[in-house]
């Protein structure tokens, strides 16, 4: 990483003042006078059509961007991430999700050993277990077959899982039923298993530290509800699987590790879906699917890390990112997928973008140079259009937004495919251009209303296409938005790999807790607001309530 702070790179200057003299410059102009352009940029590379057109720059802003990323040293920085550099310095941690899909001949050494061949080992445990679940050869403690697999983890050790399963659910066991639980709220685990039979219920405790206050909670209720029914310790044995990096922990909890999953220290829990965190997804999809899945996540590590700039897919998408978050102040990015099967992804994008880019110190220590980690959100097409779409058109608020669609449906049925598709170039197409004063008076529209029927259009899009959603294309994508994230960190010179701000809440929750069970009242040295809160709290928790519950 350059030492240059990013305000100083000569590109970065040079990008402020272009930015000046094409910040009002709509898309209009810019198509009327290349007619080529919505050919021109786009990148088709790995199963992944990338139309980049209707974002806000030229071939001008595209140079010196690129040339940001060069004077940030963005390519040393993939090369060092690849090679199992220590990258997370404020952990002193090797960053290598990237490993966890190389091929089994592959060499990655970490602290002079190879971390490949202990990946494939972990893979192979994983299908052994996913086949015996699968099959019914894995049998629960009374000898029934285990139909529900029951994941419960939190933050990378669910949205993961939780989105996987989603996504690829048209290539999942029907025969099983999968469950989620993440939230503390004791509602998450009730309705998680209010149908399910503990004889033929496994639940897999996944947790990277297995001290996480969530998951350990849920698991031992889950221990509870599940030794409740079957009366007996050892069930534990057929009914409870870890996954995790601490072995110890794993242990005190009562699961023997001959049914631990591992993983290391240099997997990041929002990097982990393609780790032993994903069992719960192997055991849906099954081991071939879920290779497939690492299959195209490892394709798109070698097209990152091989591909010049001006055609490397997650670049191009992290330096957009950078140009509106830095240079039109743009705050959010919309991630709008056409694929019911993604309803999680924009989620599971929350944690990989906001967790790792929501820093303001740089790797130094030193304050950053400009805005960093935009918000992500959004919801899929076409159900986003009824709600928040209005904003994005005419609001006054740059939103860039990435339309994610498929060219082919897993459920064909009828004409609603093409429905679907339509809406996204349409959507696309509306935000780019919008419509004209000229054009809406045109239709014979008062006056009056003209203002309010007017779309200014020059809202910048993404258009991502794909044939269809399988177990690779997944795989492509996410690792397309790890390495967007990864390319926007660069140039921050941040630290995307940490997230110390979630610590802070962690241990004062810890404080809290003793002083919202205690029966006697609590001595309190919180502020006078969170003091009165918990005050407040004590009084009501024990109500009487005047609507009971059945
Ligand atoms: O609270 C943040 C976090 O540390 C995430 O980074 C992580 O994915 C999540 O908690 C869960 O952690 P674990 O897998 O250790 O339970």
Redesign the pocket.
């Known amino acids: 990483m350059t030492d240059t702070p990013l305000r100083n790179l000569p590109a970065w200057v040079a990008l402020g003042a272009h930015h000046k003299k094409i910040e009002n410059t709509h898309l209009r102009q810019l198509f009327a006078e290349d007619p080529k352009r919505g050919e021109r940029l786009v990148v088709e590379d790995v199963g992944i059509y990338l139309d980049y057109s209707k974002n806000r720059i030229t071939d001008e802003t595209l140079k010196l961007l690129i040339q940001v990323a060069e004077q940030s040293g963005l390519k040393a920085h993939i090369d060092a991430m690849f090679a199992g550099e220590k990258i997370n310095i404020s952990e002193n941690r090797a960053v290598l999700h990237v490993a966890l899909r190389a091929p089994k001949g592959a060499t990655i050494v970490v602290d002079g050993q190879n971390v490949v061949p202990e990946v494939h080992a972990v893979l192979n445990k994983m299908s052994d277990f996913a086949n015996r679940v699968r099959s019914g050869a894995w049998k629960g403690h009374t000898g029934k077959r285990i139909r529900n697999i029951v994941n419960v ?7 993961g899982p939780v989105m996987a399963y989603e996504a690829l659910r048209q290539y999942s066991a029907r025969d099983l039923v999968f469950r989620f639980v993440s939230n503390v709220d004791g509602t998450d685990f009730a309705e998680a298993v209010i149908d399910l039979d503990a004889e033929e219920t496994m639940f897999i405790i ?7 206050l ?2 350990m909670t849920n698991a031992h209720t889950a221990r509870d509800w599940l030794l409740a029914r079957l009366r007996d310790d050892s069930a534990i044995a057929k009914h409870f699987v870890a996954v ?1 990096t601490n072995a110890k922990e794993v242990t005190k909890f009562g699961i023997d590790t001959a049914n631990m999953f591992g993983f290391w220290d240099w997997v ?3 990097y ?1 879906m393609d780790s032993a ?1 994903g069992l719960s997804s192997m055991i849906a999809v099954g081991p071939d699917n879920f290779r497939a899945m690492l299959a195209g996540f490892h394709e798109m590590d070698e097209h990152f890390r091989t591909t010049p700039f001006e055609r490397n897919l997650p670049v191009l998408m992290g330096l957009l990112a950078v140009w509106y978050n830095d240079f039109f102040d743009a705050q959010t990015v919309a991630i709008l997928p056409y694929e019911q099967y993604l309803k999680r992804f924009p989620a599971y994008l929350q ?1 990989l973008t906001m ?1 790792s880019n929501g820093k303001h110190v740089k790797v130094d220590g030193t304050q950053v140079d400009t805005d960093t980690g935009p918000i992500y959100w959004g919801e899929p097409g076409t159900n986003g259009q009824h709600s928040f779409y209005q904003l994005i058109h005419q609001g006054t608020r740059l939103i860039p937004c990435d339309f994610i669609g498929f060219a082919q449906t897993l459920n064909p049925l009828g004409r609603h495919h093409d429905i679907l598709m339509a809406n996204v170039f349409a959507q696309a197409e509306a935000l780019a251009f919008g419509k004209t004063e000229a054009e809406v008076k045109a239709e014979g529209t008062a006056d009056w209303l003209v203002p309010h029927r007017l779309f200014e259009g020059n809202r910048p899009s993404n258009t991502i296409l794909m044939d269809r959603l399988t177990p690779a294309a997944l795989g492509k994508l996410v690792a397309l938005y790890e390495h967007n994230v990864f390319t926007q960190g660069v140039i921050w010179q941040i630290d995307s790999f940490d ?1 110390w701000g ?1 610590e802070l809440g ?1 241990v004062l929750a810890q404080r809290i807790v003793p002083q919202l069970e205690g029966a006697d009242e609590p001595k309190l040295e919180h502020d006078s607001s969170t003091n009165a809160l918990i005050r407040l709290y004590r009084k009501l928790k024990g109500a009487p309530l005047e609507c009971p519950v059945s």
């Not at 996944?206 to 996480?212: A, D, E, G, I, M």
């Open positions: 983890g939190i933050g990378g050790s669910d949205l996944s947790s990277k530290t297995f001290t996480t969530e998951t995790s990041g829990g929002r982990s965190i944690q967790e997230q979630v962690k």
